[in-house]
């Protein structure tokens, strides 16, 4: 069974960066999985629905929910089975759990907090 684990959460002051990242494993079926299909980055703010942040194609194209635009970059490494979210001039209201989904899979999430 696959599992997908997320990490890179932390505080950050307005401005500032982090860099996020999704781990998949779980058997040998994990790197065709994970290689031949996209996966995308969530959030959820307390009272608020969970969003789109980025996703990316198994080939590498990637796409943005608006409000990230021009700050978040999503990317990935299918040797390592992993997905990357590089952010950068976070906001406050980017305070959220981000989570990573694959197909049907999702993460436990990671906590991201923009304050001052």
């Known amino acids: 069974q696959v599992q997908l684990v997320e990490s890179g959460g932390g505080f950050v002051q307005p401005g500032g960066s982090l860099r996020l990242s999704c781990a998949a494993s779980?058997?040998?079926?994990?790197?065709?999985?994970?290689?031949?299909?996209?996966v995308g980055w969530y959030r959820q703010a307390p009272g608020k629905e969970r969003e789109l942040v980025a996703t990316?194609?198994?080939?590498?194209?990637?796409n943005y929910g608006d409000s990230v635009k021009g700050r978040f970059t999503i990317s990935r490494d299918n040797a390592k089975n992993t997905v990357y979210l590089q952010m950068n001039s976070l906001k406050p209201e980017d305070t959220a759990v981000y989570y990573c989904?694959?197909?049907?899979?999702w993460g436990q999430g990671t906590q991201v907090t923009v304050s001052s």
């Open positions: 990316i194609t198994s080939g590498g194209s990637p």
């Open positions: 989904k694959l197909l049907a899979i």
């Open positions: 779980g058997n040998i079926f994990t790197r065709p999985i994970f290689s031949n299909n996209a």
